[in-house]
């Protein structure tokens, strides 16, 4: 009996042992999933900051010229506000006086469709 109690204990130990290690190995898998998504993340976090730098700056490019072409337009449309308001002031004497003209000097006229009715 005694050999027989001591190939049970010697199964048991051996079963326990065997359990400790799959644990071990469990605990050890667990650990590496999570250092591999760590990394996962950390290259995720890169790439994404790469991206976002290489968008800022092409976006910055784009915008960049459209606050210049902004610009130009806003300084044509200053310019060309100026030159109106100088032909306004250049030529709104006389226009003034061709209008006053014509209202003030009245030349009674009969109209060329007008037929007299006798």
Known sequence: MT??????????QAEKRAKD??????KRK???????????MVEVD??????????????SKIMGSQSNLSDEIE????GKIQEL???YNKHMESVMNQLLSMVC?????????YRATN
């Open 105 to 113: 000097d009245m030349k009674p006229e009969i109209h060329v469709n």
């Open 85 to 87: 308001n100088g032909h």
């Open 30 to 40: 667990g650990k590496r999933l999570k250092q591999a998504k760590e990394e996962a």
């Open 21 to 26: 290690k799959l644990e071990e190995a469990k």
């Open 46 to 59: 890169q790439y994404r900051m790469q991206r976002d730098k290489e968008f800022r700056l092409i976006q």
């Open 75 to 78: 300084e044509q449309t200053l």
């Open 3 to 12: 050999s027989q109690s001591q190939g049970i204990h010697q199964l048991l």
